[in-house]
């Protein structure tokens, strides 16, 4: 999941700055993790903690996202989940918002096939976004993963994803067609971040395209950025950039859930 976490942090510093170009310095100091790294790590914490069949990962990752979010009050959430997170009974709220989509590829890289992503996927995002489009856009990123780790070309998860999403939108187009920050929905950003994915020619390309198209920015690059580690890799030196921005305790689940998820694919 660090391909999400170093999308969400090159992003972070133009999310309300947007820029309409791919020519960028890729990390620099005013780059810092966001929610999204935040509930990306809730949400590989809640899949550890759950029992062997998942059968408590909703009530699980419930627990991960207050116990880890509430460390971090002021990173960017939206109004109604910091009203979920401190809630002492919190429940669903029929959101479609992006944050379903971005915080999901633990699932992807954590489930052994499609079937158990989909299964997965329903169970972390329900607790929050049950809106259909807020399930759906989850569904996505974390099917779309899982293909990749299988070595399933791009043709065949652009043919997948276009179950979930017109995709005849281009990078190009949407740069043209840039209307900046706020439209921070699954319906707009999932299908954003996934052209930048099929047309990328690696990692970083796919994260500059996401950068390049302005809008939530963090957020599409996250969601893009989990697609693209489990197609391309990421390259050791921004890997290992982005651990460094993290705290100890965010960095330990990061390494956890790498060893956890590594074991349980047997790899």
């Given at each position: 999941m660090i391909g999400a976490l170093l999308?969400?942090?090159v992003g972070s510093r133009f999310e309300f700055r947007n820029i309409l170009s791919k020519d960028f310095e890729f990390i620099t100091g005013e780059c810092e993790f966001t929610d999204d790294t935040v509930m990306t790590c809730a949400v590989a914490q809640g899949l550890m903690d759950s029992r062997e069949d998942f059968s408590d990962l909703s009530e699980k990752t419930v627990a991960a996202m207050q116990r880890i979010g509430r460390k971090y009050p002021n990173c960017g959430y939206g109004a109604r989940?910091?009203?979920?997170?401190?809630?002492?009974d919190p429940q669903p709220?029929?959101?479609?918002?992006?944050?379903?989509?971005?915080r999901i590829s633990p699932v992807g890289f954590a489930a052994r096939d499609v079937e158990e992503a989909k299964r997965l996927s329903a169970a972390v995002t329900r607790v929050t976004h049950d809106h259909p489009e807020g399930m759906k856009g989850a569904e996505a990123v974390a099917v779309a993963i899982v293909m990749a780790r299988q070595g399933r070309t791009k043709a065949e998860i652009r043919a997948a994803m276009e179950e979930y999403y017109d995709l005849s939108t281009t990078v190009d187009a949407y740069r043209t067609e840039w209307q900046g920050h706020g439209r921070e929905i699954c319906q707009v950003s999932v299908p954003q971040a996934l052209a930048c994915f099929f047309e990328g020619r690696d990692y970083e390309d796919v994260i500059r395209s996401c950068i390049s198209i302005g809008g939530d920015s963090d957020t599409i690059a996250a969601i893009a950025g989990g697609i693209a580690e489990a197609f391309y890799g990421v390259p050791e030196e921004y890997a290992a950039a982005a651990e460094a921005m993290l705290d100890k305790r965010l960095?330990?689940?990061?390494?956890?859930?790498?060893?956890?998820s590594h074991a349980r694919a047997g790899r």
């Open positions: 999308g969400d942090i989940f910091i009203h979920w997170m401190f809630s002492n709220y029929n959101s479609c918002g992006n944050g379903s989509a971005m960095l330990k689940v990061l390494h956890d859930f790498q060893s956890w």
